[in-house]
């Protein structure tokens, strides 16, 4: 007589077990990656935040720096970030240009963004002479 199977057998259970662990590995990359470029991301779009406010703050402050390369730091989004901003001259006496790279660590190895921007000194705007009418 021959008995009915009733389950599934040992070497079954477990190919299905080897199935579901390399699919749930591949799941676990792909969240790990998503992650790693959902970081890089916000790193370098607050960076080019951080940057724009600072060549932003330049031009509003109305001086005119001398030409030098400095590290500052500010703070966005609950973060730290580590600003280097040169300001060098042109061949117009009237403009300068500013290059600004944020960092996202102290060590400034993780650069985060990266912009340059001119600043002009503008000559304040000569006064109107007005011709003069006579009535006869």
Not at 1 to 27: D, N, P, Y
Not at 52 to 74: C, F, I, K, V, Y
């Amino acid at each position: 007589m021959k008995q009915a199977s009733a389950g599934f057998t040992l070497l079954e259970i477990l190919a299905a077990l080897l199935i579901v662990a390399v699919g749930l590995g591949a799941v676990s990359k792909v969240i790990g990656s998503t992650a790693v470029v959902l970081q890089i991301s916000e790193e370098r779009l607050v960076g080019s935040w951080v940057a724009s406010n600072h060549l932003a703050e330049l031009r509003l402050s109305r001086g005119w720096p001398a030409a030098s390369e400095t590290d500052q730091q500010t703070s966005m989004g609950g973060r730290t970030w580590h600003l280097r901003q040169k300001i060098s001259s042109t061949t117009d006496p009237d403009l300068l240009r500013i290059d600004v790279d944020v960092f996202s660590d102290e060590d400034h190895e993780r650069t985060a963004a990266r912009i340059f921007g001119y600043l002009a000194r503008y000559a304040p705007p000569l006064p109107s002479v007005q011709g003069h009418s006579e009535d006869h």
